[in-house]
Nanobody, 123 residues
Framework: QVQLVESGGGLVQAGGSLRLSCAAS????????MGWFRQAPGKEREFVAA????????YYADFVKGRFTISRDNAKNTVFLQMNTLKPEDTAVYYC????????????????WGQGTQVTVSS
């Protein structure tokens, strides 16, 4: 069993930055692929970024490439999402998730989910 708790969300102006963190409890964090997803009001949850178990390979949705960076610290059971050059369309609840397939972009392939953290970008 893995419990995930996100933090770091908030209100920021367009062009600004935020760093999201996701702390995992439980054992064997390094055996899980990790991902970040987001969900805006009235929209489906969508893939944002993912990172392999070792942290050596990262994956991004096209709309965040060059702006967001995912990383993980297996010693601290934490995954991060650095978000730069934020846009109003990035406004959403951001979720971290743990699963068994490196680089998966599918919601259904992640087993454990956090409660989400709100990110609001004003224009």
């Amino acid at each position: 069993q893995v419990q995930l708790v996100e933090s770091g969300g908030g209100l920021v102006q367009a062009g600004g930055s935020l760093r999201l963190s996701c702390a995992a409890s439980g054992r064997f964090f390094s055996t899980y692929a990790m991902g970040w997803f987001r969900q805006a009001p009235g929209k489906e949850r969508e893939f944002v970024a993912a990172i392999s178990r070792s942290g050596g390979i990262t994956y991004y949705a096209d709309f965040v490439k060059g702006r967001f960076t995912i990383s993980r610290d297996n010693a601290k059971n934490t995954v991060f999402l650095q978000m730069n050059t934020l846009k109003p369309e990035d406004t959403a609840v951001y979720y971290c998730a743990a699963g068994g397939i490196d680089g998966s972009r599918r919601v259904s392939e992640y087993v454990y989910w956090g409660q989400g953290t709100q990110v609001t970008v004003s224009s």
